[in-house]
């Protein structure tokens, strides 16, 4: 291994040198869950993108489409998936679309999912709803009951179950992932897995949580450092459906062949392709990956990076001891259900988060969750210091 606990503890933190044009020793960049800094190698991606359209012009594609090659071997790697095929698209919304109108929600109108989905998932849900679809949200908290809420609802009307293996307002893993996947395949029901919460910060592995005949979704802009327009919908290599939403790219190995009057669609990894995009964000991506692969930064030690920073900023918050009608944690969760964040519990989420960005601090909030992620750049000093400026706000400007 490259680098052991105390390279990251330290200040500065080791790698922080690796990310010199976002300048993370110098600043508090705490959305690590939601936007984390890029390595200064994603620079040379884009340049790459540019030189490469400037040399080829329209034959860029080649090149570009190298690199989505490497960019779905990057998230089947992250996924410990040796069997599944891999879509990519600019976002997850569009993905979960692709999926949603791969189902047969004529024969099968229901649709169960949870309290705790990312807009990509409850928005599209909810409009489904309005439309007659049967939605069933079962309650994301307490984690350890989802998986039996969502498993009891199962019957034969439901279509497919949409759910998170981390939740997104709570940072919490949800542990019952394997045996919501097994109810789904016993009843021949669809079943999506967004996974954008933990990839590269939690464990997942599609191999162990029993996801071979599961659809999984997810993306770089978090924790794996990619930005954006790098998201992806891994489906299962046995799948035989034809979705009613997919992009021409779909058909680009089957554009030289005859029409027979019914669209046609790609082999493996095309048949849920879509359509024209931006090839920057696979070059950025790819350089990315490689990156990560270079620095042994592998998911078992970035978990462990995790682990120690969300326990120590947990530490430093209870040492505040302020008034838990102001802010609080919940003490029944222990670190090892955290995945990459830590949420604390506040009426005033927004205006700390406020405070907090005025004093240098960079947070956000999802209703009454004031949530603070770490990142492997940062050092024990920058973890202690931004809890440190969360107690002095909320006694200074607060109290």
């Known amino acids: 291994m490259r680098y052991n606990l105390p390279d990251i503890r330290n200040h500065p933190n080791r790698l922080a040198g690796f990310y010199r044009q976002f300048d993370v020793e110098n600043r508090l960049l705490f959305t690590g869950h939601s936007h984390q800094a890029w390595p200064d190698v994603a620079y040379e991606g ?18 570009a489409l190298e690199k989505a090659a490497m960019v779905r071997q990057g998230f089947a790697n992250l996924l410990d998936d040796e069997q599944g095929y891999i879509a990519l698209g600019s976002n997850t919304h569009e993905l979960v679309v692709r999926f949603l109108w791969s189902l047969d929600l004529k024969k099968r109108p229901k649709i169960i999912t949870t309290s705790g989905e990312f807009h990509s998932i409850r928005r599209q849900v909810a409009r489904l709803s309005e439309e007659g679809i049967e939605v069933v949200r079962a ?10 809420k969502i498993i009891a609802q199962i019957d034969s009307r439901t279509a497919a179950v949409l759910v998170s293996s981390v939740f997104f307002e709570t940072g919490l893993i949800n542990p019952g992932i394997r045996a919501i996947a097994s109810a789904c395949a016993d009843s021949g029901v669809e079943l999506l897995v967004d996974a954008y919460h933990s990839l590269n910060v939690a464990p997942f592995s599609v191999k162990e949580l029993g996801l071979q005949r599961a659809f999984v979704t997810g993306g770089g802009y978090k924790y794996c450092q990619l930005g954006e327009g790098n998201c992806f919908l891994r489906f299962p290599a046995a799948y035989q459906g034809r979705p009613l939403i997919t992009g ?3 058909e680009f190995s089957l554009l030289s062949q005859k029409e027979n009057g019914r669209v046609q669609y790609g082999e493996k990894d095309g048949l849920f392709a879509g359509s024209t995009y931006d090839p920057v964000s696979h070059y950025r991506a790819a350089e990315v990956f490689r990156f990560f692969e270079e620095q042994e930064l592998h998911p078992a030690f970035l978990r462990e990076i995790s682990q120690h920073q969300t326990a120590l900023m947990v530490s430093n918050f209870l040492d505040l001891d302020l008034p838990p009608q102001i802010i609080k944690l919940d003490p029944a969760i222990k670190n090892t259900q955290r995945a990459g964040f830590v949420a604390l519990n506040t009426k005033m989420a927004r205006q700390i988060n406020e405070q907090l960005m005025a004093h240098g601090v960079l947070t956000d909030f999802r209703g009454q969750s004031l949530r603070f992620g770490p990142a492997p750049y940062h050092s024990d000093k920058q973890v202690t210091e931004a809890i440190q400026i969360l107690g002095q706000v909320i006694r200074k400007e607060l109290l």
Not at 46 to 63: N, P, R
């Open 46 to 63: 884009v340049k790459k993108s540019w030189e490469d359209a400037s040399l080829y012009a329209d034959e860029k594609w080649e090149k």
């Open 139 to 148: 309650d994301s908290y307490p984690v350890e009951d989802v998986a039996e």
């Open 248 to 250: 021409w790219f779909s």
